[in-house]
Each structure stands twice: as C-alpha cells, then as structure tokens.
C-alpha cells in the first residue's frame, strides 16, 4: 500500500517539526495528536478512510464539518472547539511551506476563525458574606489568626492566592506605616497599607 502526502506530512509535523522546530511540549504535541486521531476517525466515519486521506480530501469543508461535528456529537464546547482548531492551524502553517500547490486550500483552512468563548458572568461575595468568611478561622489558635491574616490582606488589597503565596519576609514592613508589597501578574509591583488584625 503506497502511503498518502498527508500520512508522510502528519507524521514529519507530530514527530519533527513540532518537537525539534517549534520546541511544542510533550503535551502539545499529545494534545495535537489527539486532534488528528479524532479527525481522522471522523474522516472514516464520512467514507474517507485513513488508507485514502490524502491532503486533497482535507478541504476547508471537511474542517468546518468536523468541528461541528465535535460540537454536536461530542459536546465539546467553543474551548475545546478552538484548542482542535489550533491543532489544525498549525499543520496548515506547517504544510503551505512543504506543499505550495496547496496553499490555497492551507489559506482557506487557516481562515477558520475560532468561536467566542462564553462569558460568565463573575460573581462577588455580598459584604455579609465576607463578614461570615472572616468570622470563620479560631482566631484563639496561631493557624487561626495566620488563616484570619491571609484572608484579611486578600480581601483588603485583592491580591491572588499566588501571590500572597509569593510574599517574602522582606515585603513586609512594619515600621511606623505598616505596608506590603506584593508582586503580580495584573501590576508589577505594588504596596498596600496593612491594618492590624486584633
């Protein structure tokens, strides 16, 4: 059985070009090829078997077809939906440099867009809310009042976990204005005034 361009090319972009030109991680490239075993047992299922997927049979329809069918017969969702589709658009990337009498069909694809993420709505504690949580660690034990102190400087400064988790001693000052500072993701630096916790 003579092999088809797109089983030479799947195999040289999962086993070569991601790993030793793009430097992907192992789970990329494990996340990639799990795309393209689902699409090629989708491309099966539409009389297309893997023996005779050739590079000519992936057109733009078969892509858009696919991810619906994800969507619809897999319940994937738009993250899922758009993670598969960088799969493909980084096989097409790659292939309109190796094949350029295909670069037109490799364009069509890459033009797929991904879909919009859903946007949930984010949801606040009430002030009576915060007041329960604040009620809720032992403040007569030393883990207490430690537990008492983190939730306090999170809630007062609206740090992350992370970056309370980051604090050194040092970006604790407590010399006449008590302050931290915090180092994060949002802003690079920044100080807050502490108040005493009693």
């Known amino acids: 059985m003579k092999p ?21 991680s192992k789970n990329t490239i494990c996340a990639y090829r799990n795309t393209f075993v689902l699409f090629i047992g989708y491309m099966a299922t539409q009389g297309t078997p893997a023996n005779r997927l ?3 049979a992936i057109t733009q329809r078969a892509v858009v077809s696919f991810l619906d069918w994800l969507q619809s017969e897999r319940s994937n ?18 292939i309109q440099y190796q094949q350029p009498e295909h ?12 879909k919009r993420k859903a946007t949930v709505p984010m949801n606040y ?9 604040l009620e809720q660690p032992d403040t007569r034990t030393l883990k207490g009042r430690r537990d008492l ?5 999170m809630y ?5 976990v992370q970056e309370v988790i980051d604090l050194m001693p040092s970006s604790l000052r407590l010399d006449g204005l008590n302050t ?19």
């Not at 670069?103 to 991904?114: A, F, G, T």
């Open 4 to 24: 088809t361009d797109f089983s030479k090319y799947l195999s040289a972009f999962l086993t070569g070009y991601l790993a030793h030109e793009r430097g992907a």
């Open 54 to 56: 050739t590079l000519d």
């Open 77 to 94: 969702g738009n993250a899922t939906r758009n993670a598969r589709l960088a799969a493909i658009h980084a096989f097409f990337s790659y």
């Open 103 to 114: 670069l037109y069909e490799c364009q069509k694809v890459l033009s797929i867009p991904m």
């Open 125 to 133: 504690l009430t002030i009576e809310g915060i007041k329960v949580l």
């Open 149 to 153: 102190a983190l939730l306090s400087l």
């Open 156 to 160: 007062d400064t609206g740090a992350r």
């Open 180 to 198: 931290i500072s915090v180092i994060g993701k949002a802003i690079n630096h920044a100080s807050f005034l502490c108040s005493k916790i009693r």
